[in-house]
């Protein structure tokens, strides 16, 4: 337990014991917990909805202006710092830690479910499968790695540059004084960030979980039910927290290389076995589509119900909404991760290369599932809609058994989730350690043992107490307060960037004040 004597308590022992409190609840008492969930998630989507969608699009114009404006030139560490990483590896971690697992789940179970159900227009139509692919890329272009951005940028400038602890509440520097880093609104803030992330990384892992389960069902007949699923994640608990305990130069870097060839793989194989023209014809369509209307998207709030009619209920709050949050909540964990990763990168390139590059791999791998499951239901065999409706995680493995070959690259996939499953949960277990240490950049072993098995718990709870349903309101609910932190983490931001650009005078004068502060303390 020598972990124990480098915590940061007033972080450690609330979030613990929070995690603790909530498993128990979910387990003892799953359907008052069901219905408890239900009616927060839907007090939230009701009254909140709207400012989820605005502030998230708020933080992708933030980004631009970040990138291309004059603070770009700042670099995040000191002057001559230059990055640890390749750009090739640095990539590949940051992808794997944000994106993997959940792209993979939903790539075809989104744009199917859309074609089957739309909120608008006939199903199975063509009209319908061009709105779904360019919905699905919207839910996973540049709005998700916005959070990621502001929060990796804020946390690896304030850590890196200013040699504050690799912590969220170091970012409120500005605001808080430094003497007050280890007061009560910082370690709150510290504990949103804990919370959120585990909540966050919950989802994706049940998700994960899930499809494994259904990989396992289609290669073997292994039955998908909640009992296997829970086996699933406790073995690929205990795999992950043996990769955190190895360090990112090993464990996660080393994984993170394998999940972007396996990726690599899957996309050129169903690229030429499948119907390629129609593929890179999709892609194309959808991505103008996404770009021509991306602010219509960006403010969509179904004012009148026109989606919520059709569908049968709320549309925006189910799927836009969710997403939102579920990102949000993954931003203290993948945000912190990132920021480790990325020291001596400047603000544009650290920006472009989070924003960029990501959202166009996200695009290549959306079109070509995607649009591959889309032209099986519309001029193939077909069934493949239906099928989601039943069974979300079997989506993959159904489109690959109507490609000649897909059985043996069904295995490769089933192998990609599990690798992705490996790696976010091992990069969110890193954090969380950091977080719950006072900002340590090499959290004691055992900590991050203790977090991984509690990431693992939740899942499980969730999973058995609602499965994805229990598992999108939970991402829903934690985001909500981090959500206004980002906005404080923006505030905070600009002001220290600033702070690069003032005179001689007022950096001496501000340099005075923090002495005094000091002199205090």
């Known amino acids: 337990m020598d972990f124990l004597k480098r915590l940061d308590k007033k972080v450690f022992y609330p979030s613990a014991l929070i995690c603790l409190v909530f498993i128990v609840w979910m387990t003892s008492m799953p359907e008052a917990a069901g219905k408890a969930i239900n009616a927060a998630l839907t007090f939230i989507n009701t009254t909140f909805g709207w400012l989820y969608l605005l502030l998230v699009s708020v933080f992708v114009l933030v980004c631009f ?31 794997s830690a944000a994106m993997g697992i959940g792209l993979i ?41 916005s959070v990621y951005a502001i929060t990796g940028m804020a946390l690896a400038y304030a850590g890196f540059r200013k040699d504050l602890p690799a912590r969220i509440s170091s970012i409120f520097e500005p605001v808080l004084g430094r003497n007050n880093l280890d ?103 959808a991505t103008g589509d996404y770009l021509q209307n991306i602010a219509w998207l960006s403010f969509y709030a179904d004012p009148n119900g026109v989606y919520a009619e059709q569908a049968g209920y709320d549309w925006v709050g189910g799927w836009t909404v969710f997403y939102w949050a579920w990102w949000i909540s993954w931003g203290p964990f993948v945000g912190g991760f990132i920021a480790r990763i990325s020291k001596g990168r400047t603000v544009r390139e650290f920006v472009l290369g989070v924003l960029i590059a990501p959202v166009l791999l996200s695009i290549l791998w959306l079109g070509i599932f995607g649009s591959t499951a889309i032209h099986i239901d519309l001029f193939g065999a077909g069934g493949i809609g239906e099928a989601v409706s ?132």
């Open 183 to 285: 007061g009560g609104w910082a370690k709150a803030i510290d504990v949103f960030a804990v919370i959120a992330s585990i909540a966050g990384v919950a989802t994706s892992l049940g998700f994960g979980a899930m499809q494994i389960n259904g990989g396992l069902n289609y290669l073997v007949g292994i039955s998908v039910n909640s009992s296997v699923t829970i086996v699933i994640i406790a073995i690929v608990t205990c795999l992950f927290v043996i990769s955190a305990v190895t360090g990112i130069k090993r464990g996660i870097l080393w994984l993170s290389n394998i999940n972007m060839s396996l990726m690599g793989i899957l996309m050129v194989f169903l690229l030429v076995a499948g119907p390629t023209l129609y593929i890179l014809n999709s892609i194309i369509s």
């Open 390 to 521: 039943k069974d979300m995680t079997s989506a993959l493995f159904i489109t690959l058994s109507n490609i000649p070959g897909g059985h043996v690259f069904a295995i490769v996939a089933t192998i990609l989730i599990a690798t992705f499953f490996i790696t976010s949960a091992d990069s969110a277990t890193f954090c969380i350690g950091m977080y719950s240490s006072g900002g340590d950049l090499e959290p004691d072993t055992g900590l991050k043992v203790f977090w991984g098995v509690i990431e693992g718990a939740v899942t499980a709870a969730l999973v058995a107490s609602g499965g994805i349903a229990a598992l999108k309101a939970s991402s829903i609910l934690s985001a909500f307060p981090f959500m206004l932190i980002i906005c404080g983490i923006i505030y905070c931001m600009f002001k220290s960037f600033n702070g690069e650009f003032a005179s001689p005078t007022k950096l001496a004068k501000d340099t005075a004040i923090v002495d005094r502060e000091a002199a205090r303390g």
């Open 65 to 95: 202006i970040l990138a291309f404006s004059k603070y770009g030139k700042i670099k995040l560490g000191k002057d001559d710092d230059v990055p640890e990483y390749s750009t090739f590896s640095w990539f590949a971690m940051l992808f």
């Open 105 to 145: 789940f939903w790539s075809i179970a989104e744009p199917m479910s859309y074609l089957a159900a739309p909120p608008v227009g006939d199903p199975n139509t063509v009209a319908t499968a061009q709105w779904s692919l360019r919905q699905t890329i919207f839910h996973w272009g540049l709005h998700p790695w």
